[in-house]
């Protein structure tokens, strides 16, 4: 592999996309998770669901702070590293960024009143209500992101007129095919993978001896909404295989190693693929699957990569991220099943195994929320705009990439060092018991 100026691009670009999302997914879902938590301790008169929230949102908006940043970082990328997409696609995708940027900005605002208005109010209603505008902007934030993202998948909402968009219609752009299955996915995931993090801090806790009333609350709760987000995610998975067979079935043919146009498809998991054959080796088949993901009918044709010309075919290593990514999934659906199906079982007692599924849930959600957007982003190749720019055409001819490269993994460094320490001491200093008094 080459590192030319496209190829350091792509991976200054990864990196810092790679690094944003994880604290962008907290931003998107944990605070529908706080919203939810602080109107259960209201209408059940529960403190600890009360102080759920409110410690949550502490941890928050640090994790908030991380996130402008390598926000910030984004869009400098987006015009420095990608100069021809942006002059090319930059009419098309402004309004989505505007708004974007405003949603933000909505989100902020009312977090402050959020976070500074605590037993202000007689009636606690009216606390919660300031958590709504939080939770519109931040899912509206992570929607209008995607937005940009399902256009360079599906662009539309223009015309190309001598290597420039011309008449562009910007509300046709944001809602192009993609839009629904990209965005819906983001967030259900974003959700999910928040409800981990937060079951995992309580199966922490349980495992360490901490037998709290708040803890073993907190561990049900989002459990209970890790299993619900996580079913949500599933089903926008299946939307989204239909998505690509109908409007990428590159991207599919390559990820299910599906080299043949038939009916009656199966499904590729695992195995070895031999690139001078294109057999595959050790590989578990299911039947039926494939067509049943691409079309919902078991007898569905699915196209294959032989109706695609070489040289348009994505990387066929996304077929392991594919997989990664829908295991884990799978992964994420089950272990809750299993806590509801145990706890009842056992009369509300948790056993130690259980508990470390939990707690592993957490790192697994966040890989699973990677290895789906490499798979998205490295699918697409060799686009960067299907069918109307190459990668290789839109990146920066700048020749210190190199050193922006070193520059930003220093700085992502210095930032994941920063926030978790800054989050240890902020709940290490401050521990349930301490705030119960």
Sequence with gaps: MELDNTM???????????????????GVGIPVIISIAEWLGIRRKDPMYTLMARRWVKGFTVTVAVGVVTGTCIGLQLSLLWPSFMKVAGEAIALPLFLETFAFFFEAIFLGIYLYTWDRFKNPYIHWLFSIPVVIGSTASAFFIMTVNAFMNAP???????????????????FNPATPTKAGHMILSSYAT???????IAAWKLLKGNRHEYY???LHFTVALALLFSFGTALYGDFAGKYLAKYQPAKLAAAE?????????????????????????????????????????P?????????????????????????????????????????????????????RPLLHAIFWGAPLSILAIELGWIFSEIGRQPWILVG??????????????GEMLVMFSLLYAFLAIVC??????????KPIEAELK
């Design 8 to 26: 350091l691009a792509r991976i200054l670009t990864s990196l810092t996309l790679g690094f944003h999302i994880i604290f962008a997914a907290m």
């Design 156 to 174: 539309q909402g223009f015309t190309l007129a001598n290597g420039a968009i011309v008449d562009v219609q910007p509300l046709t752009a944001m």
């Design 194 to 200: 928040s409800a981990f993090i937060l079951a995992a």
């Design 216 to 218: 073993r609350k907190a």
């Design 257 to 297: 190693w599906h080299f043949e146009t038939k009916p009656q498809a199966e499904l590729i998991f695992g195995g070895v693929l031999d690139r001078e054959t294109l057999e595959v080796k050790g590989a578990v088949k299911l039947p039926y699957a494939l067509s049943i993901l691409a079309t919902g009918s």
């Design 299 to 351: 007898n569905g044709e699915v196209m294959g990569l032989d109706q695609i010309p070489r040289e348009l075919w994505p990387p066929l290593v996304i077929h392991y991220f594919f997989d990664g990514m829908v295991a884990i999934g799978m992964y994420m659906l089950v272990v809750p099943l299993l806590y509801f199906a145990v706890r009842r079982w056992k009369k509300g007692n948790v056993p």
């Design 388 to 401: 109307y720019m190459k990668t290789q055409h839109a990146a920066t001819t700048a020749d210190n990439v």
């Design 420 to 429: 978790s320490l800054v989050l240890k001491r902020m709940f290490k200093n």
